[in-house]
């Protein structure tokens, strides 16, 4: 299947018969595409104001670039985000008012950088119904052609929907020099589709909610490209970086297709989602880069998988009847939002009459989805991603918190879930952490 045909168009879905269509209009990645930019913009843009949102870093990288090739022809605005109180910016709200000030008026916004400039550019745009073309500067997260932006709000990591870029433009010159763990985080995000996919279908089994194969099918196309090329992207090899590219803008069209994060986004985002808010509360740098982050929550995702493929439904019925929990005495951490999570009582509640029976087709429909952990152990670790808290600088005391308590940020079920609920979540801790 080829992708990019799809773009701005619906069509009716093989798989689930439904009708989805993706916004983007144009994604061209090239070496020195970057010169391409007015061509670009002109073919995706009515209008001449052009508003660049950038950080210091990435204004230096390809910002200032930009607005020179582009000046020619557009009326052209710079606004350059400096870090307030931390060494690099984050997708917080503190840095929107200055957004919304300068995008005012505007026909069009260009965000150049990462996942937080693309996702508190296309947060503000959104609002202000104005359009955005994004130009990555690294591989690093799938944003780029999402729907939906995470930010950090009033200390909790939240996930918005918004309008997708109407256009990509990646430089393969400029995102094969980007740093090495940006482009390792992008790697490890973007294992994170099977995992995801799984949760979600053991979520549909459970309730009846809609779920559709696509989103997995096109980002395994993309992904058989490079998952075991984790080597070649620490060389820079721009044919791995441009295969990983292209995993990743499938991986935000994945949620545009299927109108939620589910098909990116499972548990093993919790685990990064919650390190994030704990930083942010400690009033520190995050500990690593969001996809590296997301790397180890894969690992304790992959551990809890493993752990209840051996599971018989008649062993699931015997741990469901015995384990009765007090979500807000187990619940009692800073980070619980009670109203997010009151959305999955119910489900959580009726585990012991619904779960048992679907065992067997869970794990066959479910389970299969996902890598094991021995493969996962050995695609991450060639690419040199973190496997372990440790590495990222968490300790012991703080990456169990972590594992058992990030369940609690969501309303939507997760194998989290469904391992704490069997009365192992804490054991995989235990295990995981040695």
Same mark, same amino acid.
């Given at each position: 299947m080829n992708l990019y045909s799809l773009l701005n168009k619906k069509f009716t879905c093989q798989f689930c018969g439904k009708q989805h269509f993706i916004p983007t209009k144009d994604i061209l990645s090239k070496k020195g595409a970057i010169l391409s930019l007015p061509k670009f913009l002109s073919n995706l843009v009515k209008g001449r104001k052009i508003l660049i949102l950038a950080d210091d870093i990435t204004y230096e990288a390809a910002g200032k670039r930009c607005a020179e090739i582009l000046s020619g022809e557009y009326e052209v605005s710079s606004l350059t985000l400096s870090p307030k109180g931390s060494k690099r910016v984050y997708a917080e709200e503190k840095y929107l008012p200055e957004i919304f000030e300068q995008l005012q008026g505007k026909s069009a916004l260009l965000t150049v950088g990462t996942g937080s400039i693309t996702d508190m550019g296309k947060y503000v745009a959104d609002e202000l119904s104005i359009p955005v073309v994004a130009f990555p500067t690294a591989p690093s997260m799938n944003a780029y052609t999402s729907g939906?932006?995470? @930010? *950090?709000?009033?200390?909790?990591?939240?996930?918005?929907?918004?309008?997708?870029a109407i256009g990509v433009l990646t430089d393969l010159d400029l995102v094969s020099q980007a740093p090495l763990d940006l482009i390792k985080a992008?790697?490890?995000d973007s294992l994170a589709k099977s995992f995801a996919n799984?949760?979600?279908k053991i979520c549909s089994l459970l309730t009846g909610e809609d779920f559709c194969p696509l989103p997995l099918k096109i980002t395994t196309q993309a992904e058989n490209k490079y998952?075991?090329?984790?080597?070649? @992207? *620490?060389?820079?090899?721009?044919?791995?970086?441009?295969y990983l590219m292209d995993g990743l803008n499938a991986g935000?069209?994945?949620?545009?297709?299927?109108?939620?994060?589910s098909p990116a986004s499972g548990g093993e985002h919790l685990i990064s989602h919650f390190l994030d808010m704990v930083a942010h509360q400690q009033g520190r740098e995050s500990f690593s880069w969001h996809g590296l982050q997301v790397g180890i929550g894969i690992m304790i995702s992959a551990c809890i998988y493993k752990r209840l493929k051996d599971f018989s439904p008649e062993q699931v019925e015997k741990r469901l009847s015995r384990r009765h929990i007090d979500y807000e005495e187990e619940s009692k951490d800073v980070f619980f939002n009670e109203q997010a999570f009151s959305e999955k009582i119910p489900i959580l509640r009726n585990l012991p009459q619904n779960l048992p029976p679907l065992w067997e087709e869970i794990k066959e429909q479910a389970f299969s989805l996902v890598y094991s952990l021995k493969q996962i152990r050995e695609y991450l670790g060639k690419a040199e991603c973190p496997l372990c808290f440790e590495e990222i600088g968490v300790n012991r005391e703080l990456a169990r918190r972590v594992v058992i308590n990030s369940r609690y940020i969501r309303g939507r079920l997760t194998v989290l879930d469904i391992a704490a609920e069997l009365g192992i979540l804490e054991e995989v801790a235990e295990d995981f952490l040695g």
């Open positions: 939906v932006s995470a @930010l *950090l709000l009033k200390g909790i990591k939240q996930t918005l929907p918004v309008r997708p992008g790697f490890a799984a949760d979600w998952i075991d090329r984790g080597d070649e @992207l *620490l060389q820079r090899k721009e044919e791995v970086i441009s935000g069209f994945s949620m545009v297709i299927a109108g939620k994060t």
